[in-house]
Nanobody, 122 residues
Framework: QVQLVESGGGLVQTGGSLRLSCAAS????????MAWFRQAPGKEREFVAG????????YYADSVKGRFTISRDNAKNSVSLQMNSLKPEDTAIYYC???????????????WGQGTQVTVSS
């Protein structure tokens, strides 16, 4: 049974930082892609960052490039998203996602976490 469990969301002021984590279980890391998406009220779910597990290759949305960093921890079977210089427009529910194959910037992932709220106050 595949499970993705996010943690680390919260309330932060503009310019602050947060670190999200996603603990994965029941997945084989051999041909795995993991990503973070976010969804703000009234908006579609959008790609934030992704990582190819085997190579560690990372991908970012233009809106977060240079501010967010995605990384993986092989020992803990987890993926993290370090978010710096946060802006009010980063406010959303953040979801961890996983699929077999390459990283996609569309939400065509097989497995999803329950989401964690990130709120950035101005």
């Amino acid at each position: 049974q595949v499970q993705l469990v996010e943690s680390g969301g919260g309330l932060v002021q503009t310019g602050g930082s947060l670190r999200l984590s996603c603990a994965a279980s029941g997945l084989s890391s051999g041909n795995l892609a993991m990503a973070w998406f976010r969804q703000a009220p009234g908006k579609e779910r959008e790609f934030v960052a992704g990582i190819r597990w085997s190579s560690g290759t990372t991908y970012y949305a233009d809106s977060v490039k240079g501010r967010f960093t995605i990384s993986r921890d092989n020992a803990k079977n987890s993926v993290s998203l370090q978010m710096n210089s946060l802006k009010p427009e980063d406010t959303a529910i953040y979801y961890c996602a996983a699929r077999t194959g390459v990283v996609l910037a569309t939400p065509k992932y097989d497995y999803w976490g329950q989401g964690t709220q990130v709120t950035v106050s101005s």
